[in-house]
Structures are given as C-alpha cells and as structure tokens.
C-alpha cells in the first residue's frame, strides 16, 4: 500500500480527499484572500498539505504579495513574453535574472524586483523602448525579421506626410516645407 497516495500517513487507514479553503492573509497592511490546497483524511480527520500543495499554496500568497507591491504578476510577464515572441533564455538576458529566474517570476515562484518590474512595464508600453533594449544587449540578430518590421511601420507616417502636403494644390504658393529625408529616399518619391 506504499504506493497509495491517497491513504493518510498519519493513521494508515482513513483515505485522502483534496479540499481548498478560502483564506484571508496579510501582507503591508493589506489584507487578501488566497485559495489554499490541502487534503483531508476521512478517517482521523487530519489536514495535510504534500509537496505540491504547498508549492501551490505559495505562489497564491506570493501572487497576493506581488499585487500588494504592485508588481506584475505571473501570468502578465508571461504575457509579455509572448508579445514580443521570446523564450524565457533571451528575457533573462534581454532584462537580468539567471537562465532560471523567468520560469520562477511566471510560476509566482519568486518575486522580481521592483527595477526588473520598471523595465518590464516599460517593454511593456513601448515597442520602441523594446527594441532598444535588443540593440543594447547586442541580441539584433536574434530577431532579424521583428527588425525589418519596426523599421518598416516608423517610415510610413514620414513618407504619407510628404505625399499629401504635395497634393494640396492651394497650400504650395503660400507654404514651403523643409523635408529633412534621406537623399536616396527622395529621389523614389520625386515624380518623374
Ligand atoms: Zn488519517
């Protein structure tokens, strides 16, 4: 019967059934309710918590942690992640922790701290400040194609700009523009 899970360790003879209690904790003088894992023997009515429900039980009082610290929680970083289309490996480099640490933020294993929350939140918001972030860890190779397509959507408002201004006939006697383009650029957008 050693391999009997479900068989209490404590009295041998009553089984295990899994129960979750709704309970109110504290953190920074605010107070939250966690969902916590536990089994309940129906023999000697013992309470026990095995491996994985205290795993489970932490990162629901580390998830209510973070929320009170205003950091992002598990499932946002993994979000973000998926966002941008990189691994947990390149978000480590990309934003600091070892190879392990994303695993851990997204899991609610660990807490991040509150820089690493600034600079996610920062990625977060602006496409640009993320790609920037690339170029400074030396890591634009890693996404050739991302690269194309950012360089791609910043030039067309310049472009439109241009062509709709020259298509006003009554704004050109009175108005001249400075267009501050790069020369090749202009050349493929003079008529001919
Ligand atoms: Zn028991």
């Known amino acids: 019967?050693?391999?009997?899970?479900?068989?209490?360790?404590?009295?041998?003879?009553?089984?295990?059934?899994?129960?979750?209690?709704?309970?109110?904790?504290?953190?920074?003088?605010?107070?939250?309710?966690?969902t916590l894992r536990f089994a309940e023997c129906d023999?000697?009515?013992?309470?026990?918590?095995?491996?994985?429900?205290?795993?489970?039980?932490?990162?629901?009082?580390?998830?209510?942690?973070k929320s009170v610290d205003g950091l992002l929680t598990g499932a946002e970083i993994r979000?973000?992640?998926?966002?941008?289309?990189?691994?947990?490996?390149?978000?480590?480099?990309?934003?600091?922790?070892?190879?392990?640490?994303?695993?851990?933020?997204e899991s609610d294993?660990?807490?991040?701290?509150?820089?690493m929350d600034t600079l996610l939140r920062l990625a977060l918001r602006s496409e640009d400040t993320f790609w920037e972030l690339v170029a400074l860890k030396g890591m634009t190779s890693e996404f050739p194609a991302r690269v194309v397509a950012k360089r791609h959507t910043m030039d067309v408002p310049v472009i439109w700009l241009?062509?709709?201004?020259?298509?006003?006939?009554?704004?050109?006697?009175?108005?001249?523009f400075h267009y501050s383009m790069p020369a090749d650029t202009m050349n493929t957008l003079r008529p001919h």
């Open 109 to 115: 294993d660990v807490a991040h701290a509150a820089a």
């Open 43 to 65: 023999a000697c009515g013992s309470e026990i918590t095995d491996d994985g429900d205290s795993r489970a039980n932490k990162r629901a009082v580390l998830a209510f942690r």
């Open 162 to 176: 241009t062509i709709r201004r020259e298509v006003v006939p009554d704004m050109q006697p009175a108005h001249r």
């Open 1 to 34: 019967m050693m391999n009997d899970k479900t068989l209490c360790p404590l009295c041998g003879e009553g089984h295990l059934t899994p129960r979750t209690e709704e309970t109110v904790t504290e953190y920074a003088g605010r107070q939250g309710k966690v």
């Open 79 to 105: 979000a973000l992640r998926d966002k941008y289309n990189i691994t947990q490996d390149q978000a480590a480099r990309l934003f600091g922790g070892g190879p392990k640490a994303f695993s851990k933020y």
